[in-house]
Nanobody, 125 residues
């Protein structure tokens, strides 16, 4: 059983940056595809980005391309989300996710194996 714990959320002004971290325990991150999702206020959870376990395949939502960057440090069992040029519409609870397949992260949330508890990101205008 893999546990995922996100950190790094907070309040930032538009145009600013934040880096989210997702620390995994109870398993080794390197064998999982990892991703980030977010749930804006009053809306459904949506896909942000996912990375294959090799790091060779990365898929970003169009809304964050060029602004957000996912990375992973398998030695530390940690995945990161660097968020730059933040906009008020990026305000959401951000969730880390892990799954055996990249496709389950990018196309089928219902099949994602593990979720973190979420961290709040608020971008003020």
């Amino acid at each position: 059983q893999v546990q995922l714990v996100e950190s790094g959320g907070g309040l930032v002004q538009a145009g600013g940056s934040l880096r989210l971290s997702c620390a995994a325990s109870g398993g080794t991150v390197r064998i999982y595809s990892m991703g980030w999702f977010r749930q804006p206020p009053g809306k459904e959870r949506e896909f942000v980005v996912a990375m294959s376990w090799t790091g060779g395949n990365i898929d970003y939502a169009d809304s964050v391309k060029g602004r957000f960057t996912i990375s992973r440090d398998n030695a530390k069992n940690t995945v990161y989300l660097q968020m730059n040029s933040l906009k008020p519409e990026d305000t959401a609870v951000y969730f880390c996710a892990a799954s055996r397949s990249l496709e389950s992260l990018t196309t089928n949330q219902a099949s994602v194996a593990y979720w973190g508890q979420g961290t709040q990101v608020t971008v003020s205008s």
